[in-house]
């Protein structure tokens, strides 16, 4: 889970359009287009529009989210998402009434 009192945040007001890379937790409230690698935590808030592929450990979404994502641990699609792309992850959580169009591939650590 994102520690919210140490997380970087990208307002609603934000856009950034690029690459993105980070060692810390990070809240997207904003836009961002392009690509995110992160060590930690992704949370795109229920304002916050992605078009990117990302690599990350965790990924929250609540928002909207269109590219592709990898992530080492955990990616949770909250029933208020729109998701399309696709996922490798070794869980991945669909939370009824979430929107997802894409394809999943649950890697298992060895």
Same mark, same amino acid.
């Given at each position: ?9 990208? $307002?609603?007001?934000?856009?950034? !359009?690029?690459?993105?890379? $980070? ?15 992160? !060590? ?16 990350? @450990? ?5 928002? @909207? ?9 955990? #990616? ?8 399309? $792309? ?5 869980? #991945?959580?669909?939370?009824? $009434? ?6 999943? @591939? ?5």
């Amino acid at each position: 889970m994102a520690d919210m009192d140490t997380a970087g945040v990208i $307002g609603r007001g934000l856009f950034i !359009k690029g690459e993105l890379h $980070g060692e810390e937790d990070l809240i997207i409230e904003g836009r961002v287009e392009g690509e995110i690698t992160l !060590k930690k935590h992704l949370v795109i808030e229920s304002t916050g529009i992605i078009l990117a592929d990302i690599q990350t @450990e965790n990924i929250t979404i609540k928002g @909207e989210m269109r590219g592709n994502m990898s992530a080492t641990d955990k #990616v949770a699609i909250h029933s208020e998402a729109r998701v399309v $792309g696709d996922i490798v992850a070794p869980r #991945v959580v669909i939370e009824d $009434g979430a929107k997802f169009k894409g394809h999943i @591939e649950m890697r298992v650590k060895s």
